[in-house]
């Protein structure tokens, strides 16, 4: 399915896009300390955020897809969270503030770049030039994280 750059990035944008509408439509919303939370490190619409614990986040089925998420370090092995437009991942038991704080932040992210696409596209070139933990959009999400 997935045969060129362009491609994996459609087809790795459908996925996100399908995740975050099954977290926003399954998930629960903040309760009151959290929007607080999600407020401080600059979140504009807290109360859209929804979030949806889960045994393990979920990866693409399709396999090409799932090595290529995973080799550029856009999906992790073990992460504790993920976020998604407004619907954030969180593994059970690993939800701790320090996490959600740091996911909280990427939400922001989000919605300066104004949609997923956009997010995506300055997410992804960061990752591959400078790698995960170089990745501004990443330190940006630690510096904020409270811990
Ligand atoms: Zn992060």
Redesign the pocket.
Known sequence: MANDINDLILAALSWIEKQSELIIGTGQPLNDVQISIARSVGVIHPELIRLLEVDEIPVPEDAILRQSAQISGLLLLNMAGLTLGYGIYTRRSQTTLRLLS?EFR?VYQYEEAGSIANFLSVYLEQILTVGYQLAPL?ID?REHEII
């Open positions: 740091h990427h990443e999400a």
